[in-house]
Nanobody, 125 residues
């Protein structure tokens, strides 16, 4: 599975961005996709995850109510709609996918097998 993230950019605090993660290759082999982020000098952290089969979602507490993860099955694409952005949301955002037959919406990095390149999100105050 190959993952391509896009949609990052520079936005003012309070603004919105929508990130996209397009999956290609053996996409039938994954059922759970997630978003993670890594700020400078910080560890990569979980943001959100979605089940591609049933649409259930899970969020980190810091983004709940502001971010929404969704999927477009026809396009093999997962989105992360980010609203009410804050300067502390500034980070490189990565999309990831779990391996075949995995259905739990894991929050830890080790639960994900496939990773895309990151896309930079910068929120100015």
């Amino acid at each position: 599975v190959q993952l391509q993230a896009s949609g990052g950019g520079l936005v003012q605090a309070g603004g919105s961005l929508r990130l996209s993660c397009a999956a290609s290759g053996r996409t039938f082999s994954t059922n759970v996709m997630g978003w993670f982020r890594q700020a400078p000098e910080k560890e990569r952290e979980f943001v959100a995850a979605i089940s591609l089969s049933v649409g259930s979602t899970s969020y980190a507490g810091s983004v709940k109510g502001r971010f929404t993860v969704s999927r477009d099955d026809t396009e093999n694409t997962v989105y992360l709609q980010m609203n009410s952005l804050k300067p502390e949301d500034t980070a490189v955002y990565y999309c990831a996918a779990r391996g075949r037959m995995m259905t739990v919406l894991r929050h830890d990095l080790s639960g994900y097998t496939y990773w895309g390149q990151g896309t930079q999100v910068t929120v100015s105050s």
